[in-house]
């Protein structure tokens, strides 16, 4: 009981004694104090708001001799907890927090910068320092061991922004921010252009690479370690990094720019898209102006005679080999790496609607007699006198004959014969419409009546993907047999036709060409045509549309190439004179024909450009998928007459690589 009244004695004295000095100056006098009363003690004395954290515990032992001013009072309260592992965390309110040391990293801290310089030593801070020339990561090891790390220290970094940030006292941070300002002024680069005269750049880059890598495994400071960067056009190395080290890859890349000791080379050349045959003629104009320009300059290196460089391919491995002098392989190696690149493909999808409509209107009426009497008309489909033909084949025969018997007496034998109905058949078969025979004594009137009506709507999409500056060909349709000639021998025998196919259908032939900004300039010839009538192979009739143009189409757009509206009517009147032009009674003497036909033909075309891979098989894919689900439609709908399954293609994907065997074996399984 006496030892708590004496510290609360002295817990007072001590808080009359800064009461007291509160006006000019402060005293501060702490044994065995309670640090979470002291802390109370200050926050009353300098008027401010401290929230204690609960893990704040222990005792104070501190006095001071001198006279404190609220600033000086305000740092010694900092360091004594800083001495006793705590810290003090000043919230944008003004509220200020005391937390332990190495929960300071985690808390609110203020973010400062480099203008910030009234904040005490022993504040804890954050500051974020953007690094230009240094490597953040090769930096941050050298900062943490100069760092408070065992309080509230730390140095963390960003390698995709060259930042670091670090978190302590203040005093410590401002520390170690001017070392990073030191180092990283010392990293400052520079760029040396190096021009060749007979190495070529791009190897010259590699050997610096293989040196670089070296210098990486023995640990060599990133800021010593230059970067080297070919330029091929001006066949030049551009080296950025320390000036000793940039001067000494200098000196070293004049001793490697060297003539070959040798008059010539010879390389292979593996191509990866374009065709060895297809360069060899362009290498060998290129070859010839590298001469000539250099003998025309003076030059003597090499390239002084035509002879020294050969030029040939290789089919079965689609390679080049090359002998030339070193000036002259640096170029042609520079064209070939140009050249043999992925050329684009496009896919080219055209579209042909027809759409015809057609109506019919056909009336008239014959005459036929016995005797052979005919009012016939050549505009009807059934004429009166296959009609009579007809009848008069399919009347039995009767015949009458004498016979004997065995007496020998005489007596009458009749045989009735059937008709032939094969002629009336025939007839038959070749009238459109109604037809009626009417009989009136030794006269038959044939009246016939049709209407037709015609609709078409035909829909062809044909499509094809060719490379850029190539010429695709599609054909589909057939071939259709024409008679052209026949002949026979002098004596009528061995007689025989020469007989000519023609295609019908759809053809498609497209030159693409793909310009600047996405724009596809193709030539086009498109043929449409189809068999309008035919006997046979003899005089057949056909419908032919053919296009021939050049258009230039936006990718992925489509374009009207072309088309043909056409509006045809036809009337036909055949009449006998006089008797067809008698009002009403007319009809009976005339056969009339009506027809009207209007067609519309529209041919479009739409190009895609397919830049890699990815996206012609993106196509491909959605072509697959849409056969497949055709195929799926009709599976399940299954056949009418017969139990059997319909073949389906494979699913598109990793399946598709599986031999058809396994994909079978698979199907039965999962069935199964």
């Known amino acids: 009981m006496k030892k708590w009244m004496g510290k609360s004695a002295l817990l007072l004295a001590s808080g009359l004694l800064c009461s007291q000095a509160m006006a000019d100056e402060l005293s501060a006098n702490f044994k065995g104090t309670d640090i979470q009363e002291f802390i109370n003690i200050v926050g009353r004395t300098l008027h401010k708001t401290i929230i204690i954290d609960p893990a704040v515990r222990g005792q104070v032992n501190v006095r001071s001799y001198d006279l404190l001013n609220e600033e000086q009072y305000y740092r010694f309260f900092l360091n004594v907890l800083d001495v006793y592992g705590y810290a003090v965390v000043t919230m944008e309110d003004g509220v200020m927090k005391v937390i332990r040391d190495k929960d300071a990293k985690t808390a609110a801290i203020p973010v400062v910068g480099a203008n910030d310089k009234n904040i005490p030593g022993d504040a804890v801070v954050t500051r974020v320092i953007a690094v230009k020339n240094v490597s953040v990561r090769e930096l941050s090891p050298l900062l943490r061991q100069l760092n408070d790390n065992a309080g509230a220290g730390n140095v963390v970094h960003y390698d995709p922004a060259n930042i670091i940030m670090i978190t302590g006292r203040a005093a410590v941070v401002n520390r170690l921010a001017e070392i990073i300002e030191r180092v990283d002024r010392a990293g400052n680069k520079d760029v040396t252009v190096v021009s060749l005269n007979n190495a070529s750049a791009s190897e010259m880059v590699r050997i610096i690479d293989s040196l670089n890598k070296s210098a990486e495994a023995s640990s060599t400071p990133g800021f010593l370690i230059p970067k080297a ?311 057949i009739r056909f419908d032919k549309r053919e296009l021939t143009t050049s258009v230039l189409v936006k990718d992925g757009n489509m374009i009207a190439l072309g088309g043909l509206m056409q509006e045809k009517t036809l009337e036909s009147e055949q009449k006998v004179p006089i008797l067809g032009d008698i009002p009403v009674l007319g009809a009976l003497f005339r056969s009339t024909n009506n027809q009207t036909e209007k067609t519309n033909l529209m041919i479009f075309i739409r190009p895609t450009i397919l830049r890699d891979g990815m996206s012609a098989d993106g196509m491909t894919q959605r072509k697959y998928n849409y056969i497949r689900a ?43």
């Open 229 to 539: 960067v070919a330029d091929e056009r001006t066949n030049s190395v551009l080296i950025s990094g320390d000036p000793k080290v940039r001067e000494r890859l200098k000196n070293l890349i004049h001793r490697l720019d060297k003539e070959m000791a040798v008059s010539g080379n010879s390389r292979v050349f593996y191509l990866k898209y374009a065709k060895a045959e297809d360069l060899v003629d362009v290498l060998k104009g290129v070859s010839e102006n590298v001469q000539a320009s250099t003998k025309g300059s003076g030059g003597q290196s090499q390239g002084s005679n035509k002879d020294d460089v050969m030029i040939s391919a290789h089919a079965p491995t689609n390679s080049l080999i090359i002998s030339a002098p070193a000036d002259v392989m640096k170029r042609l190696e520079s064209i070939i790496s140009q050249l043999d690149i992925r050329r684009a493909q496009v896919h080219i999808e055209a579209m042909i609607v027809e759409v015809q409509e057609g109506e019919g209107v056909d009336f008239g009426v014959q005459w036929g007699s016995q005797d052979g009497g005919v009012v016939q008309f050549g505009n009807s489909s059934a004429p009166i006198g296959g009609l009579l033909s007809a009848q008069e084949a399919g009347k039995d025969t009767t015949t009458t004959e004498t016979r004997y018997d065995s007496d020998g007496k005489p007596y009458t034998y009749q045989t009735t014969e059937s008709g032939d109905l094969a002629p009336m058949a025939t007839f038959l078969g070749g009238v459109k419409g109604a037809a009626a025979a009417i009989a009136l004594g030794d006269w038959t009137a044939l009246v016939t009546a049709v209407q037709a009506n015609r609709n078409v709507n035909v829909l062809s999409t044909p499509n094809v993907t060719v490379l850029d500056n190539q010429e695709a060909n599609l054909s589909v349709g057939q071939e259709v047999p024409v008679t052209t000639g026949s002949q026979t021998g002098s004596n009528n025998d061995n007689p025989f036709t020469t007989v000519e196919r023609k295609d019908v259908g759809i053809q498609l032939k497209v030159t693409p060409q793909i310009n600047e900004g996405d724009s596809v300039q193709m030539k086009i010839e498109q043929v449409v045509s189809q068999v309008a009538d035919a006997n046979g192979a003899v005089d």
């Open 630 to 672: 055709q195929q799926l439609y009709q599976a399940d709908k299954g056949m009418r007459l017969m139990d059997a399954e319909m073949p389906v293609i494979p699913k598109y994907g990793d399946d598709m690589a599986l031999p058809a065997e396994v994909r079978a074996f698979v199907s039965q399984l999962e069935k199964h």
